[in-house]
């Protein structure tokens, strides 16, 4: 079979293709707050399912309708979310690899359709499908292409590209992959402590040696020699960082190399590109102006444990009152809520979490959080409560 790719016509940012909650429709309708009994919801202004997001789950399921006599792989999590990847499974589509692929592995065949998903593929895992014949599903959200054009702009003049990223994030790793292959090199940091040792190795304060061992597995591409690909260096950032710690990030970078290099020297020495997408910059703006305005006690953040822009959603909230990252209403309980926590990953229990009387609670999800599922986890949030659903869909 040729290869190709479907595409589908999912262009219209502001519509919601899937997964639709009239409860969500509701608060994303009017301004964001219900009344119901002793509880006040409010919402952010911007939360949820992003568009990149929603377009990819819907090219699955186009997929899946115009290809019934085919077998149907993704190559890996379509994105962070367990319910989504769940449905999937239960629509007979196959993983390779990952938390949902049957333990046996897969044996791709060339008439087998192959989904990239929405975080885009390493380039070893396109070429192989290209060589295999398979149909090729390609669901890359487009604000995925842009760091990778800007890393592939970095290779040809000579930089490496410093990556704001989780290495294990796929991505990451896609972009890593595409550098490698290139022939570039990348440093991937996750955070301020790391680009702190990056920083130290530029001005000249810590060894190259000391750098690598520091680093973690893959972090850094093969033969990197931080003596001589430090020189010029050029930032990206996975789409679905804290915005604010990359710009922290790429400050702390840029004043490592005015020392090393002189202001003058530096200009040329050193290049960034804020490649947060804006599905997650408007997300975690909508967290902070919720948290400094809507007088909330508590906030119910939804999303996958493993959703890198939900925990950020978590961390933009910064502390001002409990926030609850949250996997769905299964977590919540009426004496308990079962989350996990932001700054050390660890899932926990919070006992007692709701506060008697009246209560304010905000609510956000992650890009990859269906609008059901968000839905589901606030008349969930209600029922603990004891308040019925109806109080607050009532006209
Ligand atoms: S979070 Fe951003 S980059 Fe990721 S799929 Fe959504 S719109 Fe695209």
Same mark, same amino acid.
């Given at each position: 079979?040729?290869?190709?790719t479907?595409?589908?016509?999912?262009?219209?940012?502001?519509?919601?293709?899937s997964?639709?909650?009239?409860l969500?429709?509701?608060?994303?309708?009017?301004?964001g707050?219900?009344?119901?009994?002793?509880?006040?919801?409010?919402?952010?202004?911007?939360?949820?399912?992003?568009?990149?997001?929603?377009?990819?789950?819907?090219?699955?399921?186009?997929?899946?309708?115009?290809?019934?006599?085919?077998?149907?792989?993704?190559l890996?999590?379509?994105?962070?979310?367990?319910?989504?990847?769940?449905?999937?499974k239960?629509?007979?589509?196959?993983?390779?690899?990952?938390?949902?692929?049957?333990?046996?592995?897969?044996?791709?065949?060339?008439?087998?359709?192959?989904?990239?998903?929405?975080?885009?593929?390493?380039?070893?895992?396109?070429?192989?499908l290209?060589q295999l014949?398979c149909?090729?599903?390609?669901?890359?959200?487009?604000?995925?292409?842009?760091?990778?054009?800007?890393?592939?702009r970095?290779?040809?003049?000579?930089?490496?590209?410093?990556?704001h990223?989780?290495?294990?994030?796929e991505?990451t790793?896609?972009?890593?992959?595409?550098?490698?292959?290139?022939?570039?090199?990348?440093?991937?940091?996750a955070?301020?402590?790391?680009?702190?040792?990056?920083?130290?190795?530029?001005?000249?304060e810590?060894?190259a040696?000391?750098?690598?061992?520091?680093l973690?597995?893959?972090?850094?591409?093969?033969?990197?020699d931080?003596?001589?690909?430090?020189a010029?260096?050029?930032t990206?950032?996975?789409?679905?960082?804290?915005?604010?710690?990359?710009?922290?990030?790429? +400050?702390?970078?840029?004043? *490592?190399?005015?020392?090393?290099?002189? &202001? !003058? #020297?530096a %200009?040329?020495?050193?290049?960034? $590109?804020?490649?947060?997408?804006?599905?997650?910059?408007?997300?975690?703006?909508?967290?902070?102006?919720?948290?400094?305005?809507?007088?909330?006690?508590?906030?119910?953040?939804?999303?996958?444990?493993?959703?890198?822009?939900?925990?950020?959603?978590?961390?933009?909230?910064?502390?001002?009152?409990?926030?609850?990252?949250?996997?769905?209403?299964?977590?919540?309980?009426?004496?308990?809520?079962?989350h996990?926590?932001?700054?050390?990953?660890?899932?926990?229990?919070?006992?007692?979490?709701?506060?008697?009387g009246?209560?304010?609670?905000?609510?956000?999800?992650?890009?990859?959080?269906? +609008?059901?599922?968000?839905? *589901?986890?606030?008349q969930?949030?209600? &029922? !603990? #409560?004891? %308040?019925?659903?109806?109080?607050? $869909?009532?006209p």
């Amino acid at each position: 079979m040729t290869p190709q790719t479907t595409t589908a016509d999912y262009d219209d940012p502001s519509r919601r293709y899937s997964y639709r909650s009239e409860l969500i429709e509701r608060l994303r309708g009017g301004d964001g707050s219900l009344e119901c009994g002793r509880v006040t919801l409010r919402t952010a202004t911007s939360f949820g399912f992003c568009w990149g997001v929603d377009r990819a789950v819907s090219m699955v399921r186009d997929a899946i309708a115009e290809h019934p006599d085919e077998r149907i792989w993704l190559l890996d999590q379509m994105i962070h979310n367990p319910r989504v990847n769940a449905d999937f499974k239960a629509m007979g589509v196959r993983f390779l690899r990952g938390p949902f692929s049957d333990p046996d592995g897969g044996d791709l065949r060339a008439d087998d359709v192959v989904i990239i998903p929405a975080f885009s593929a390493k380039v070893e895992d396109e070429e192989r499908l290209k060589q295999l014949g398979c149909t090729i599903v390609d669901t890359t959200c487009p604000w995925v292409v842009r760091p990778h054009r800007r890393a592939v702009r970095y290779v040809n003049d000579g930089y490496t590209t410093v990556i704001h990223g989780l290495v294990r994030h796929e991505e990451t790793a896609a972009s890593c992959s595409l550098i490698a292959s290139r022939g570039g090199h990348f440093l991937v940091v996750a955070d301020q402590v790391e680009t702190a040792r990056l920083c130290a190795a530029i001005r000249g304060e810590l060894g190259a040696a000391e750098l690598l061992a520091s680093l973690p597995e893959e972090a850094c591409s093969p033969d990197f020699d931080p003596a001589v690909h430090l020189a010029l260096v050029g930032t990206i950032n996975q789409t679905t960082m804290l915005a604010s710690e990359t710009r922290l990030i790429e +400050d702390m970078i840029r004043s *490592a190399v005015v020392v090393r290099d002189g &202001e !003058a #020297a530096a %200009v040329d020495a050193f290049r960034e $590109l804020n490649t947060i997408c804006k599905a997650t910059q408007d997300n975690q703006d909508a967290v902070v102006s919720m948290a400094e305005s809507a007088g909330l006690d508590l906030m119910v953040v939804v999303g996958g444990y493993d959703s890198s822009n939900t925990r950020n959603l978590t961390r933009a909230a910064d502390g001002r009152f409990p926030s609850y990252h949250v996997i769905g209403p299964e977590a919540v309980d009426v004496g308990s809520i079962r989350h996990r926590c932001p700054v050390t990953g660890k899932p926990l229990v919070t006992h007692d979490w709701l506060p008697a009387g009246d209560v304010t609670v905000g609510f956000t999800a992650g890009a990859s959080t269906p +609008d059901t599922l968000l839905g *589901a986890t606030i008349q969930a949030v209600l &029922e !603990a #409560a004891q %308040v019925p659903l109806e109080a607050a $869909l009532r006209p």
